[in-house]
């Protein structure tokens, strides 16, 4: 079965750091698009992020270009999310989820909360 | 404020149909047949329920389809049932960003 697991959200100030983490079992990971998703408090979904295959083309959403880095390590099937400047509006539950085709994603993590607060 | 427009809310009875829109752009909806559908229950993993305007992942009921006319995408809900009460998220490729999303639409079974 597909399997993909979060890892790394909790409490952080605003301007901190934090690095989330997505542990992909049950499928040839090194062979998809691997997108992070999140959804704060109240609100709805939100695209953050994308990164092929083979780590050759990135996405990030305008909301987190410049402060979030994407990047995978295939050897070990994972997916990574480098959170840097950390705002308050950051704080979301995070999914990690596979593309099974252009902006669509049929598989997701449970999701990891971070939450930015001082 | 989401790049597409849904309803913030439908309602529906049992065995009744509802349809939820999605408008957008010629832009991304308008422009590229890459519009998807997500049922998503509280607390729960977001679940695609069609991808490609009108395609149905393995294991999705064929109460579901979607659609799309002009810059307006649709999910139709047939023989309404009390699990399908969720909120609905459509999601499409655009031009300026890969992946955008509409801001959902809760989905309230009489």
């Known amino acids: 079965d597909v399997q993909l697991v979060e890892s790394g959200g909790g409490l952080v100030k605003p301007g901190g750091s934090l690095r989330l983490s997505c542990a992909a079992s049950?499928?040839?990971?090194?062979?998809?698009?691997m997108n992070w998703v999140r959804q704060a408090p109240g609100k709805g979904l939100e695209w953050v992020s994308s990164i092929s295959d083979t780590s050759s083309y990135i996405y990030y959403a305008d909301s987190v270009k410049g402060r979030f880095t994407i990047s995978r390590g295939n050897a070990k099937n994972s997916l990574y999310l480098h959170m840097n400047s950390l705002r308050v509006e950051d704080t979301a539950v995070y999914y990690c989820a596979r593309s099974l085709d252009v902006a669509a994603a049929d598989y997701w993590g449970q999701g990891t909360l971070v939450t930015v607060s001082s | 404020q989401s790049a597409l427009t849904q309803p913030a809310s439908v309602s529906g009875s049992p065995g009744q149909s509802i349809t939820i829109s999605c408008t957008g752009a010629s832009s991304d909806v308008g422009g590229y047949n890459y519009v998807a559908w997500y049922q998503h229950h509280p607390g729960k993993v977001p679940r695609l329920m069609i991808y490609?305007?009108?395609n149905r992942p393995s294991g999705v009921s064929n109460r579901f389809s979607g659609s799309k006319s002009g810059n307006t995408a649709s999910l139709t809900i047939s023989g309404l049932q009390a699990e399908d009460e969720a909120d609905y998220y459509c999601?499409?490729?655009?031009?300026?960003?890969?992946?955008?999303f509409g801001g959902g639409t809760k989905l309230t079974v009489l």
């Open positions: 049950g499928f040839s990971f090194s062979g998809y698009t």
């Open positions: 490609d305007v009108s």
């Open positions: 999601s499409s490729y655009a031009s300026t960003s890969p992946w955008v």
